[in-house]
C-alpha cells in the first residue's frame, strides 16, 4: 500500500462531540511527488519512489540533482520507496497527499526514537539499583558481570550502559482522528516515534 513521507509538529488534544478528551499527534503529511516508479521487468520490484520537503539546489550534489531533473522536479531532502501493486497507475511527478488517509482507520507511524546519550543501566534497562542505607556503596552501578573459573567471560548481550534511543521504532494501529486536506494535517490517536521535527514514514495498517 502506497504510504507517505512526514514530519512529526507535536502533540496536542481535541474533544469529541460528547466531551472525551483524546491525546493526537499532528502529522505534516505530504504532499510528496513521485520521482520514480519502479517496476520488476527492470528493477526486480515494484515501488514507488516519493519525495519529501523541496530545498534549494545549491544544498544538493549534482547526482541528486540529476535524479530529480529526469523527473521534471526540484531537489528534496528525503527520497523513501513504497511498494505498490500495480505501478503502471502511476507517473513521475504526480503529487501524492494526505487524502490518501481519509478512508483509512488505522496507520502505521515508523521514524527514530529520542536520542537520549550515553545511559547507565537504570534508565537504559530499569535495574532498581542498590541499597542506600545500611553501608550500601552500590546505588547505581550494574554489579558484577563475570563469571566462573568456566567459561571465564562475560556473555554477549549483557546489558550494560550505552548509547540510549535514536534507533527506528514504528508505533503499529494508531487511530486516524481527523485529515486536514487544506493545510496537509494527519491527526492520530497517541505518540508516535520521536521528538518534534522527526521525519516518519506513514503507511495504512493492515
Do not use: W
Request: glycine share 14%.
Amino acid at each position: 500500500m502506497l504510504g507517505l513521507i512526514g514530519k512529526k509538529i507535536g502533540m496536542t488534544q481535541i474533544f469529541d462531540e460528547d466531551g472525551t478528551c483524546i491525546p493526537v499527534s499532528v502529522i505534516h503529511a505530504g504532499p510528496c511527488p513521485i520521482v520514480q516508479v519502479k517496476t520488476v521487468e527492470k528493477d526486480g520490484y515494484n515501488a514507488v519512489q516519493l519525495a519529501f520537503e523541496e530545498i534549494r539546489p545549491t544544498r544538493a550534489n549534482l547526482p541528486s540533482i540529476g535524479h530529480f531533473k529526469a523527473a521534471g522536479l526540484p531537489p528534496y531532502r528525503y527520497i523513501q520507496e513504497f511498494k505498490v501493486e500495480n505501478p503502471e497507475e502511476y507517473e513521475k511527478g504526480k503529487l501524492i497527499d494526505v487524502g490518501i488517509f481519509e478512508e483509512a482507520k488505522k496507520v502505521d507511524v515508523a521514524g527514530k526514537s529520542k536520542g537520549r546519550g550515553f545511559q547507565g543501566v537504570i534508565k537504559r534497562h530499569g535495574f532498581h539499583g542498590g541499597r542506600k542505607t545500611h553501608g550500601g556503596h552500590a546505588h547505581r552501578i550494574p554489579g558484577s558481570i563475570g563469571m566462573a573459573a568456566y567459561p571465564g567471560r562475560v556473555m554477549k548481550g549483557q546489558k550494560l550502559p550505552g548509547r540510549m534511543g535514536h534507533v527506528r521504532f514504528q508505533t503499529r494501529n494508531l487511530k486516524v482522528v481527523e485529515v486536514d486536506m487544506e493545510n496537509n494535517l494527519l491527526l492520530v490517536r497517541g505518540a508516535v516515534p520521536g521528538a518534534r521535527n522527526t521525519v516518519l514514514r506513514l503507511t495504512v495498517a493492515p
